[in-house]
């Protein structure tokens, strides 16, 4: 699990290969991964819009803007969480993501926060040491 804290709100991403939808031969391989995050802090926040940036193993990157999460802006009151699940497509068979979530207060302050980079790892992923 992958974790990062900006502003007492918690992110969480815990990412998972899919072999039943990804193929070697095509290249295409795909993650699912589900994103937990819990406001910890005093202030009720809403997520406005995300913003990621996926990177393949060959150093190739795509980024990802819009509003909310799965078709959600949810808001969270102090204590709350929100999960969610959601799926990418490589065509390379590891890389990783990272991104931001732009969040605002009840009393309409925008800030960000930090999704923690997380790797996408399959079992075809080979790994070298320098």
Do not use: K
């Amino acid at each position: 699990m992958y974790r990062a804290v900006t502003r007492q709100i918690e992110v969480t991403v815990e990412p998972n290969f899919m072999p039943d939808r990804s193929s070697e031969t095509e290249p295409l391989f795909f993650w699912s991964y589900t994103v937990v995050i819990t406001n910890a802090g005093p202030e009720t926040v809403q997520l406005r819009t995300r913003h990621w940036i996926i990177t393949d193993a060959g150093g190739r990157t795509q980024e990802v803007r819009g509003e909310g999460v799965v078709g959600e802006q949810p808001t969270l009151a102090p204590g709350e969480r929100f999960r969610y699940t959601s799926s990418v497509p490589l065509t390379t068979p590891s890389g990783f993501m990272t991104g931001r979530y732009q969040m605002v207060t009840s009393r309409g302050e925008r800030f960000e926060i930090d999704i923690p980079t997380f790797s996408l790892d399959s079992p075809q992923a080979r790994r070298t040491l320098n």
